[in-house]
């Protein structure tokens, strides 16, 4: 059964950084682009990057964008979020996304907090 599980959230100041793992399954990831995407508290869910598969192009939301670096291990089925320069506004919960699979992770808390 393909699944996508997210881990590395958690609570972290202004300023500070975290790094996100998604764990593919299931399925050939390196054949498939992986996205991530978030969702702060009462907003709707709103896409923050995306690695293609085998070109290895990256995207970014504006607003991440410079300070968040998404990347993928496709050896270990991984792909990664590293979040530097976090702000409040960066609180939300995060997910990963396979768009051609349909697949969705469970998602993992992020809290950016004094």
């Known amino acids: 059964q393909a699944q996508l599980v997210e881990s590395g959230g958690g609570l972290v100041q202004p300023g500070g950084s975290l790094r996100l793992s998604c764990a593919a399954s299931g399925y050939p990831f390196s054949s498939y682009d992986i996205t991530w995407y978030r969702q702060p508290p009462t907003k709707e869910r709103e896409w923050v990057a995306t690695?293609?598969?085998?070109?290895?192009?990256?995207a970014y939301a504006d607003l991440v964008k410079g300070r968040f670096t998404i990347s993928r291990s496709d050896a270990n089925n991984t792909a990664y979020l590293q979040m530097n320069n976090l702000i409040s506004e960066d609180t939300a919960v995060y997910y990963c996304y396979a768009p051609s699979r349909g697949l969705w992770g469970q998602g993992t808390q992020v809290t950016v907090s004094s």
């Open positions: 690695f293609t598969s085998r070109g290895g192009r990256t």
